[in-house]
C-alpha cells in the first residue's frame, strides 16, 4: 500500500517536479519506505511507497515499453502471478517480482479493459507518452482512495486531499454541499468531496485526461438483475465457502512481510481469522480495541475466539480521553466530516498493528453489506411488514425483539411507533426505503447551520444527489437488494473503508485486505437470494451454514453487535464539568464557529455546556458535537493549514 500523486498539464508546458515532490512528502505516512517522482513533458507522477511485494524490485514510478508508459500505484494486484504467467506467454518480459509491473504490463496489453482482469485493490494512474494521455483506475469497491482536481489548465491526482492542496494553485474551502450530503448519507456522495473542487473518482470507474479532456468511464457496479432462484442452498454454501477460503489464502499469502488480523469478536473478523487458523499452516496475530466503557467493550467475546482459536492476541484499551486525544489526527487523516468518533479507536488500534512490527492485516469489512449483516436491513423488513400489516398483534414482539433493550411496548403509544419506523405510503416504493429512517436521524443534526447556511443549501438534496448515482437497473432489484446496494456504493466505499477504514489504517502505515471483498465472492453474492442471507431475522445466514465448521457456534449464535464508540462523552470530563483538551473549548467556541461560518455560534455553545453537563445522550446531539466539531477541524487543519495537538 503506497500514496500516489501527480499533476498534468494540459497546454503542454512541463510539469513542476518541485511541486510533484512537495505533493508525495504529504504522503509519507501511506508510504515511508521510499519515494520517488518521474517527470515526462507536461506530466509528472510521484509515489510513497510502502513495501509490501517484491520490496527490492518494486520501486515506483515505474516505466514500461521502452520507456514510453508510466505508472503510480496504490495498492496490490493479488492475482499478479496468475497473471504473469499468461502476459509472458502473450510475449511480455518481466525484469521484476513485483505486481507493479504486471499492471503497467496487463495496460499495455489491454488497455482499459485491463482492470476487469484483476483481483485486487488499487488507485493507479499510468502516462503514456505517444498519445499524451493519463488513464486513472479505482478498484471496484472503492477500498483504495483517488482525489483529483482542474485548476486552470492543470489537472492534479492523488490518493488524499492533503496532496493535492500541495499545489500551490489549488485554493482550500470547504465544500458545504459534501458537508450537508455527509449529515444525511454519511459521507459525501461521489464523485463530490468536503472540499470546493475537489472530486473523487467513484469506485469501479476509469478517469481519461487527453487532449485536454477528462472524462470519466465507469467499469463496475453491483447488478442484483440475475439472482438465482433455483440453485441448491447446500450447494451454493459450499461455492461461497470456497471462494471465501482462496480470497482469504490469496491476501495471507501474496505478501513478503507479515500479515496479521483484525478481531472484533463477532461473525466477520471471527470467520476470516478462522479460515487462517483452519485452512493453513500460518501462525496469526490478532489486533483488537477494548473499552473502559462497558457499554461499548466486546473484549469478552475475542478472547473468547483467541482461546478458541489459539492466535496470538495484542489489545489496544480505549477510553474517552484517549479518543479526544486521536480526534484532530483522525479528521485530519479522514479528511471529511464525520458524525461519530468510530475511527478513532481503530486509528490506535493501527498504531498498535505496526508497534508490533506488522503492516498488513486482514479484515472482515464488506460481509455486512453484501450478506445483509446490518440492523439496517431487519428493520427495513419489519416496516414493510409494518406497513403492509397496521393491525397485526406481532408488531409490537417484531419490535421488541429487533430492538429488546426499548421500554415496554404497550407503554408506547402507535403515534410514537409509527414515528420511530417513519412508515409512510409513499415510502414503499423508494429505492432508499432501508434508509430513510437513519438519514433522517442524521439530518436532524442540521438544525445547527446558520441562516447562511441554510439559505446556500436551500436547492440541494441529498436523496436527488443519490438518486443521480442509481443504476437504471435499480428498480428491477428486490426491495431487499435496493438497500443492499445503497449500503455497498454508499456507505461501504464512502465511510467504513475510508474514513473508518483506508485513513485510520493508512495512518500508521498499515494495510488492510478485505477477503470478502474479492470479486469473485462479489460476483456469487448478488446471484444469492434474499432468504438466505437474512432467514426471518437471522442475518447473514449463508455465510454462518458455509462455514459451520469454522466459527465457534457462540458466534454464530450471538446478536449481532455493532461497532461504536463514546461520542460526546469522549470529549468532555461530565464529573468536573470541563473539555478533555483545550482544542475543544477553542473549536467550539462561538468566536471560532462563526468564523468557519456554517454552523449558529449560540446554538454550539448552547450545545457544549449540555455536552459538560453530561445531557447530550440523544443521537441528534451527539452526532451534531461530532459533526461540528470535525467539521471544525477540517477548517483548521486543511484548509488553514494550522496544527492541532490532541493533547493540548
Known amino acids: 500500500m503506497c500514496g500516489i500523486a501527480g499533476i498534468v498539464e494540459l497546454d503542454g508546458r512541463p510539469a513542476p517536479q518541485d511541486v510533484v515532490e512537495a505533493m508525495v512528502r504529504t504522503l509519507h505516512h501511506r508510504g515511508p519506505d521510499d519515494r520517488g517522482v518521474l517527470v515526462r513533458g507536461p506530466a509528472a507522477l510521484g509515489h510513497a511507497r510502502l513495501s509490501i511485494i517484491d520490496i527490492a524490485g518494486g520501486k515506483q514510478p515505474m516505466s514500461a515499453n521502452a520507456g514510453r508508459a508510466h505508472v503510480t500505484f496504490n495498492g496490490e494486484i493479488f492475482n499478479h502471478v496468475e497473471l504473469r504467467e499468461e502476459l509472458s506467454s502473450l510475449g511480455h518480459i518481466f ?122 468511464e465507469p467499469y463496475f457496479d453491483l447488478d442484483y438483475r440475475d439472482i438465482d432462484r433455483e440453485s441448491d442452498y447446500a450447494a451454493e454454501a459450499d461455492e461461497l465457502r470456497e471462494r471465501l477460503i482462496e480470497a482469504t489464502r490469496l491476501r495471507l499469502f501474496r505478501s513478503d512481510v507479515p500479515v496479521g488480523a483484525y478481531l472484533s469478536g463477532g461473525l466477520d473478523s471471527t470467520a476470516v481469522v478462522g479460515m487462517v487458523r483452519r485452512f493453513t499452516d500460518q501462525k496469526l496475530d490478532t489486533f483488537s480495541v477494548a473499552f473502559d466503557d ?56 493501527s498504531a498498535l498493528v505496526r508497534e508490533s512490527g506488522y503492516k498488513v492485516v486482514l479484515t472482515g469489512e464488506g460481509a455486512d453489506e453484501l450478506f445483509g449483516g446490518y440492523d439496517i436491513f431487519k428493520e427495513a423488513k419489519v416496516r414493510r411488514f409494518w406497513a403492509r400489516q397496521p393491525e397485526s398483534k406481532i408488531r409490537p414482539l417484531l419490535l421488541r425483539k429487533l430492538y429488546p433493550y426499548l421500554p415496554r411496548l404497550k407503554a408506547q403509544s402507535d403515534a410514537y411507533l409509527r414515528a420511530f ?130 466459527i465457534p457456534e457462540s458466534v454464530r449464535k450471538r446478536k449481532k453487535q455493532p461497532y461504536r464508540a463514546p461520542d460526546a462523552s469522549s470529549f468532555f470530563d461530565t464529573e468536573g464539568g470541563g473539555a478533555r483538551a483545550s482544542w475543544v473549548d477553542e473549536l467550539l467556541s462561538e468566536e471560532s464557529v462563526r468564523k468557519t461560518g456554517i454552523f449558529e455560534p449560540r446554538a454550539v455553545s448552547l450545545l457544549a455546556q449540555k455536552a459538560r453537563k453530561g445531557r447530550v445522550v440523544g443521537a441528534r446531539d451527539n452526532m451534531a458535537l461530532v459533526a461540528i466539531l470535525s467539521t471544525e477541524l477540517l477548517q483548521k487543519q486543511l484548509v488553514e493549514n494550522k496544527a492541532i495537538d490532541g493533547d493540548s
Not at 496487463?106 to 488507485?123: M, N, P, R, T
Not at 478458541?308 to 486521536?326: K, L, M, P, Q, T
Not at 485513513?503 to 465472492?521: A, I, N
Request: glycine share 6%; with cysteine.
Open 95 to 216: 525484469q521484476t517480482r513485483s505486481d507493479t509491473e504486471v499492471l503497467l504490463a496487463a495496460y499495455l496489453e489491454w488497455g482499459s479493459a485491463c482492470v476487469k482482469h484483476f483481483i485486487g485493490q488499487w488507485a493507479f494512474a499510468i502516462w503514456e507518452e505517444g498519445p499524451q494521455r493519463l488513464f486513472l483506475s479505482r478498484d471496484p469497491m472503492g477500498i483504495r482512495p483517488l482525489y483529483h482536481a482542474r485548476v486552470g489548465r492543470t489537472f492534479v491526482f492523488g490518493s488524499e486531499v492533503k496532496a493535492i492542496f500541495a499545489h500551490p494553485e489549488v485554493p482550500r474551502r470547504l465544500d458545504l454541499v459534501g458537508i450537508d450530503q455527509v449529515l444525511t448519507t454519511w459521507s459525501p456522495v461521489a464523485p463530490r468531496s468536503c472540499f470546493e473542487g475537489i472530486e473523487e473518482l467513484p469506485p469501479g470507474e476509469n478517469l481519461i485526461v487527453e487532449g485536454g479532456e477528462v472524462r470519466r
Open 294 to 349: 462497558h457499554e461499548f467493550d466486546e473484549s469478552a467475546y475475542q478472547r473468547e475466539v483467541v482461546d478458541y482459536f489459539g492466535v496470538a492476541h495484542h489489545e489496544v484499551r480505549i477510553s474517552g480521553d484517549a479518543i479526544c486525544r486521536a480526534f484532530p489526527a483522525v479528521v485530519r487523516h479522514g479528511e471529511q466530516t464525520i458524525v461519530r468518533t468510530a475511527p478513532a479507536p481503530l486509528f490506535a488500534l
Open 421 to 550: 419506523f417513519h412508515v409512510q405510503p409513499e415510502d414503499l416504493s423508494s429505492p432508499f426505503f432501508a434508509h430513510i429512517p437513519r438519514w433522517e436521524l442524521t439530518a436532524k443534526t442540521k438544525i445547527f447551520y446558520n441562516e447562511s447556511t441554510r439559505n446556500a443549501l436551500a436547492d440541494h438534496d441529498p436523496y436527488e444527489a443519490m438518486r443521480a448515482r442509481l443504476p437504471s437497473a435499480m428498480s428491477s432489484f428486490g426491495a431487499f437488494e435496493q438497500g443492499q446496494y445503497i449500503e455497498a456504493r454508499q456507505l461501504l466505499p464512502g465511510y467504513i473503508l475510508s474514513a473508518q477504514g483506508d485513513r485510520m489504517s493508512m495512518g500508521h502505515s498499515v494495510e488492510g485486505r478485505y477477503p470478502f471483498l474479492d470479486p469473485r465472492v462479489i460476483e456469487l453474492s448478488t446471484r444469492i437470494r434474499a432468504t438466505r442471507k437474512m432467514n426471518v431475522l437471522d442475518e447473514k445466514a449463508i455465510i454462518k451454514r458455509a462455514l459451520a465448521d469454522v
